[in-house]
């Protein structure tokens, strides 16, 4: 007869965890499926908010839909693999103008710089922003989410530089901060009305006009359409000024969104500065994989674009902007 032990066996503590096949095969086919519904509601992102959050990550969503694609054409899956290959197409086709766009040719001269920064209301450090001004050297700066305290810091500082400021509160508890080397005259009835600074200044000899706004985040139905009501007024503005006119500031909006092509896209004066520079993607800093360009510059046809970047702002979860522009007839 054969012995049977029976001493309990002693367990280590540990339990192993195992992913089970079918488990990472129905996660990718959810995966797939709310792909698929992220770019469709996107697409509907003029009629609704909420839609609207969807349509900001084409960058995102190629990248998985590549890879998506790839693993069902590996398992010969050929609905899946349809599914994620247009998913993958829309968003390539979004994306791939910003890449593919030709720049200016190198060597022209720019006339005029700019620069813009969303600080972050919260801070309280602004001697890293007002380095940053003046490494840079801006003829006209724009801050955006300042408040009373950081203004006086920052005026402070660069007064000498920069003795024309105005400040506007474009929404609770934010100000914008703009500053220039010359003077310029406000229009009053777009700050009241529209929560637009709207200057007009001269430059080197030449006459500009330079708007900036910072929307309301639109998470909200009715941010939404105060948003977009204050595009719309920009959009407008910079194809009416007969200056030349740029139009900057933080959106809140991407270059993807249905909303942002209905106001920026194929207007008769309006040029986005980025294009011919890559994507140059401005927020959240702090999660670059994330990242979205919703920090914006419009000119008309009185400047062409000789460069735009992004510089890391420490202290903020926007990276700012440059722009440097080239008249493009003299007064």
Excluded at 139 to 151: A, G, I, K
Excluded at 215 to 221: N, S
Excluded at 262 to 287: N, S, V
Aim: aromatic fraction near 10%.
């Amino acid at each position: 007869m054969q012995a049977v032990d029976t001493t309990p066996s002693v367990s280590s503590g540990k339990q192993k965890f195992s992913v089970k096949p079918e488990w990472i095969h129905t996660g990718l086919v959810l995966a797939t499926g709310l792909l698929a519904l992220a770019t469709i509601v996107g697409r509907l992102g003029r009629f609704f908010f909420l839609f609207e959050l969807c349509s900001h990550f084409s960058v995102q969503y190629a990248a998985i839909a590549a890879l998506l694609t790839l693993f069902w054409l590996y398992r010969r899956h050929w609905l899946l693999t349809g599914v994620a290959a247009l998913c993958l197409c829309w968003h390539s086709y979004q994306v791939l103008p910003w890449l593919m766009a030709t720049p200016p040719a190198a060597g022209t001269k720019a006339d005029v710089r700019i620069l813009h920064a969303n600080v972050l209301y919260t801070r309280e450090e602004m001697q890293t922003t007002i380095d940053m001004i003046r490494r840079e050297k801006p003829d006209l700066f724009v801050l955006q989410e300042m408040t009373p305290e950081s203004v006086e810091q920052v005026t402070k500082a660069l007064a000498d530089t920069y003795p024309y400021t105005d400040t506007l509160m474009a929404k609770d508890p934010c100000f914008l901060l703009v500053a220039s080397r010359t003077s310029f005259l406000v229009d009053q009835q777009a700050r009241r009305n529209k929560l637009v600074l709207h200057m007009m200044t001269n430059v080197r000899g030449h006459d500009l006009s330079f708007m900036t706004v910072h929307t309301r985040t639109p998470i909200l139905p009715s941010w939404f359409a105060e948003r977009n009501d204050q595009l719309a007024f920009v959009s407008g503005r910079i194809q009416e000024v007969p200056q030349p006119a740029v139009l900057m500031g933080d959106f809140n909006i991407s270059i993807f969104s249905p909303v942002y092509a209905q106001y920026f896209e194929d207007k008769p004066d309006i040029t986005a500065c980025r294009k011919g520079f890559g994507l140059q993607q401005t927020w959240p800093r702090l999660l670059p994989p994330m990242m979205i360009p919703i920090d914006q510059a419009f000119v008309n046809s009185g400047f062409r674009t000789v460069n735009f970047r992004t510089l890391p702002q420490p202290g903020s979860d926007h990276k700012a902007v440059v722009v440097d522009l080239a008249f493009t007839k003299q007064d």
